[in-house]
């Protein structure tokens, strides 16, 4: 049964989405209804501009980023159905054969362009201007509406910025930590002699399962990264994003480590085809020192997810007293790994069947407690985060040139006329008189 400490908890984080959701809803409402007065001012009552709350609702996003690309793909995409309306009515009616090159040339410019999801509004655009009557003053209003809506949804994301949801995917990171903790804690508690094989194969389900559910973790901490882009209340809260990444990758690779714990004692509990063990029973010793060390690895994990929640949000000393206790937390951990080796070297030597599946155990030990290293050893969270954050900026600087219009459309046009740019070319094998003549000649 939970405790009152996890009913109140569960109670405070149905309250935050509950409150989010109606800030979202009251945000998203008010901004069309704004943009809508905004149109009927600019554009007059006649006809109704229903289109720009319409883009307003569809711009008006969860954060600042998705907001404005969601913009900025909408205004483009219209903007280029209309020209390609415009451009049709100048030639051709609309019929079964214009429609499908007009649809041909609206969806091959929107993936030419890249506008993502925005891809079919460019035919839909299209094909609402050019099935009217006045081509002209059709096209200028949707573009007219498509501008205010966009244009008031950006302008809301920054007056009413979009919570960061930072605190989502600290708890979320942190729930991650404590499913490994729980695990090791579990493993601690029930390992023995006598343990079934069912019970041992349910740890490595168990693992598994965390495995699993840190996509959804990994999910809820990108919506908190994308949160901080282009939004005046992320600059602060970037810090604590990076160092929940970087503790996310820890506790990823620290799940697929610890399912190769469970795989190795699981295969300690084997039993054959009659249900006879597998192997002898596990001397009393040595569940003693596994039963230690694993006590020792969820104290040490346990204190590593607090120092990640911790950073970048908590005063120094608080800060400083996790890391004291981090390291006093690894201590302990490397002095029972050191007693459990050595008991496993003599229980091996007595049954050296079980040297194989001992050895997996010890490795995926290791790297459990190489992936929590204190502050001052190589690799530490600090020294990630700031790896994290030079690499970020690169990517960005990457991205930024990638997606300058001028080298895309490019490349694409290049990729396009390439069968026709190599019939052209000269091959460089035929005799020179004849290159010479065919270059001429082209």
């Known amino acids: 049964m939970p405790s009152d400490v996890d009913l109140s908890a569960a109670l405070s984080r149905v309250k935050e989405s509950e409150t989010s959701l109606v800030a979202q809803v009251l945000r998203t409402t008010v901004a069309a209804v704004t943009s809508y007065v905004a149109a009927l001012l600019l554009t007059g009552p006649d006809p109704q501009p229903i289109l720009s709350p ?7 996003q969860v954060t600042s980023y998705a907001t404005f690309t969601t913009g900025v793909q909408r205004v483009a995409s219209v903007v280029s159905g209309v020209l390609i309306a415009v451009l049709f009515s100048e030639a051709v009616g609309l019929n079964w054969w214009s429609l499908t090159l007009l649809l041909l040339a609206s969806l091959g410019l929107g993936h030419l362009i890249r506008l993502g999801d925005s891809i079919n509004e460019v035919a839909i655009s299209a094909m609402i201007v050019l099935g009217v009557s006045q081509v002209a003053d059709t096209a200028w209003d949707r573009i007219a509406e498509t501008l205010i809506g966009a244009a008031v949804g950006m302008v809301f994301s920054l007056v009413l910025a979009p919570p960061v949801h930072v605190r989502p995917a600290n708890e979320a990171v942190m729930s991650a930590f404590d499913a490994l903790t729980r695990l090791l804690d579990t493993m601690a508690r029930e390992i023995g002699e006598d343990v079934s094989h069912a019970r041992a194969h349910g740890w490595l389900e ?9 996509v959804r973790v990994d999910a809820t901490l990108s919506t908190a990264e994308e949160g901080t882009r282009l939004n005046p209340r992320g600059r602060r809260a970037t810090v604590r994003v990076l ?24 295969g300690l509990y084997a039993r054959g085809e009659h249900g006879e063990p597998a192997y002898t029973e596990i001397p009393l010793a040595t569940a003693q020192s596994l039963r230690s060390l694993f006590h020792s690895l969820a104290a040490l994990f346990a204190a590593y997810g ?9 005063p120094p000393e608080e800060a400083a007293r996790a890391e004291d206790n981090l390291r006093e937390r690894l201590a302990e951990a ?3 790994r050191s007693r459990t080796e050595a008991i496993l070297l003599a229980d091996s030597i007595e049954n050296p069947d079980r040297w194989e599946l001992y050895g997996t155990l010890l490795t995926a030990v290791d790297k459990l407690v190489d992936e929590t290293r204190p502050a001052g050893s190589p690799g530490d969270l600090g020294q990630r985060i700031e790896e994290r954050r030079r690499r970020l900026a690169e990517e960005r600087r990457l991205r930024a040139v990638v997606a300058r219009p ?20 000269v091959p460089r094998r035929l005799p020179r008189p004849l290159r010479h003549t065919l270059r001429r000649r082209t």
């Open 54 to 60: 319409l883009t307003a609702l569809l711009v008006v």
């Open 206 to 214: 168990e693992a598994r399962r965390i495995d699993r559910d840190i």
């Open 243 to 266: 160092a929940l990444r970087s503790g996310l990758d820890t506790a990823e690779i620290s799940a697929v480590a610890l399912r190769m714990v469970c795989r190795a004692l699981s």
């Open 306 to 314: 607090h120092l990640v929640v911790l950073h970048g949000g908590a």
């Open 334 to 336: 490397l002095e029972d």
């Open 406 to 425: 001028g080298p895309v459309l490019r490349e694409r046009i290049r990729r396009v006329v390439a069968p026709t740019d190599r019939l052209l070319r």
